[in-house]
């Protein structure tokens, strides 16, 4: 017989975790921020694997005029 804690936490851990979990249709979006860079990606869970992916490292730096214009 498990504790009554422990249970309503699985409880609790199962429902947050369909909640979030991605489709094909809505894929599920993760972002992880770095002191330097952005990075976000989706992912589809059915399949378990990441559909696209990108990062504000790949994207070349503007000048300080071209922002300007």
Known sequence: MKNLKTEKR????????????????????????????????LIDDSIGKTIVAASDAKVKKRSATEKSN
Request: glycine share 4%.
């Open 10 to 41: 699985l409880r609790r851990k199962s429902k947050i975790k369909n909640r979030i979990r991605g489709t094909k249709e809505m894929p599920r979006l993760t972002v992880y921020r770095s002191n330097k860079h952005i990075y976000a990606q």
